[in-house]
């Protein structure tokens, strides 16, 4: 076998959300097994920006590779995907694995810990990481009554519409953020904002609640108080998720809780908080599964 | 433009030694005028190896990049180059550009530093490395009475026959390594060998030598009475060549040499060594010639 080369027209005609999820959700096991080398990411400074690296092996798989993006002029991101053979076997470009990827994390940990059933889900922001949530999230929940929300409200109607055209699924546009958040079964924070976008106590009793964007100690998406009330506390990677918003004690890798060596949820009325991070390696993994 | 993508056929058909060593030199002056960026390479830890990446930013060309290479399987190379509007531009996989590169920047520090004219020129070693040098070399230079030795004969009747066949240059095979040494205007010593495969003495007033294989205090192909002898001691990095065989305080920079910012050779009696590490950002410089 050669080597494969794809890029974003391939991925999004390619790649489903189950297959997506269900790479994610191997890699995640695999890293709690031991079978998943993900190292901390590595940068090179180019002067005006870095090269970052997040690496990763499957070892099971047999497979390794990484990722590599830039913060210079925020460019087209690589994936490529080694066997242990030493064969470069896969080449993915441009914009639309990355996201993917995350969203897939993201509904692995809404699945494992939102209560069971069907959802309302409420979403604060509706950007690329917004849509790759609830693209994944459809794909292994049944959700109703979903409401989004944008600090453009333009954009929340763009996402409405596509969320229909592409996903089947009826999204509502709302005013403001806290109608995205009241009532909901799970809801989704994907904004680029350093300030909390949503507060505490909009929050339901028994509501899982994801943070995609900001989440250092400085700048955070949503506040203090939520991770203070919440009484479990899930991150993709512990390593990574150090120095966070979260204080490192009280968080759990989700590859833990889907081994069933650590306890997620464990009660109905309990609020969950989902850190995502994104665990090196699981890029790799979405890639290989595009190519089975 | 879209991404182009090129493997080991595609190099060896496309890359003159021309084009490579104008495209080294152009970069190691860069390096010396502080337009290319080549920090120091990065690790990330997979178990049982790592893999490596050298990133490189060429400003005046508009591009960015790295080569990527791993330490578990030696496996396959990969170089990308991206071109500052972000664009991934270019893809080069497999065996043939590392080396290519470094036997130009080889070729490039001897134009340089041996003494003027045709080249009666040694080579120790006859595998890939010692391949792209002469492929390289009789790119900028004349060379007559070429001489090969290998440990092992056979590898070197091989290297002799594809040199006369591929680059028309007629090339003796020798019984010692001392006799590729003895009388010659350049020396190329490209083995893996951990402990010196030369002697000083054998080498004669004005001879140039370039060391491309282990160069670490521990383990050196070269011996440190040759370091000590050398009245005139290049690499083309000083901050890779740290930690190396060779006293910092002695070296020069290939760039600053070419700039003529910094002497090279001054006298026709002097000993010059060169010190291989290969620049990063080289691979970018080479692989983005390529495609003009």
């Known amino acids: 076998m050669g080597l494969r080369v794809l890029d974003d027209t391939e991925v999004r005609a390619r790649l489903d959300a189950r297959t997506a999820t269900e790479a994610v959700r191997r890699a995640l096991l695999a890293h709690h097994a031991g079978t998943l080398a993900a190292p901390a990411r590595v940068r090179a400074p180019l002067g005006g920006g870095d090269l970052v690296v997040t690496a990763g092996r499957l070892r099971e798989q047999g497979l390794f590779g990484f990722r590599a993006y830039d913060t ?3 460019a087209e991101q690589l994936v490529a995907v080694w066997d242990e053979t030493g064969q470069l076997r896969l080449v993915v470009h441009g914009e639309e694995l990355g996201p993917r990827r995350t969203g897939a994390i993201g509904a692995v940990a809404l699945d494992a810990m939102a209560r069971p059933g069907a959802l ?3 979403l ?4 690329v990481q917004a849509w790759t949530q609830l693209w994944a999230v459809s794909a292994v929940r049944a959700v109703t009554e979903v409401a989004v929300w944008s600090r453009r409200r333009e954009r929340a109607e763009g996402f409405a519409r596509r969320a229909g055209e592409q996903l089947g699924v009826t999204v509502r546009v709302v005013e403001r953020a806290e109608q995205a958040v009241r009532e909901r079964d ?4 994907a904004t680029k904002s350093t300030t909390p976008v949503v507060a ?3 929050l339901a009793p028994g509501t899982h609640l994801s943070t995609v964007g900001p989440k250092g100690p400085e700048a955070h998406e949503v506040p203090v108080e939520l991770v203070e009330r919440a009484e479990v506390l899930v991150t993709d990677s512990l390593a990574q998720a150090a ?3 979260f204080p490192a004690g009280r968080l759990v890798e989700l590859g833990a809780v889907l081994a069933g060596a650590a306890p997620g949820r464990t009660h109905a009325d309990q609020i969950s908080v989902f850190c995502s991070v994104g665990l090196a390696g699981t890029e790799v993994a979405v890639a290989a599964a595009l190519v089975g």
Do not use: P
């Open 72 to 74: 210079l002029v925020d």
């Open 186 to 189: 799970a809801v989704i924070v």
């Open 200 to 202: 505490s106590e909009w």
């Open 120 to 122: 309302r889900l409420g």
């Open 243 to 245: 120095g966070s918003l």
């Open 124 to 127: 604060v922001g509706a950007g």
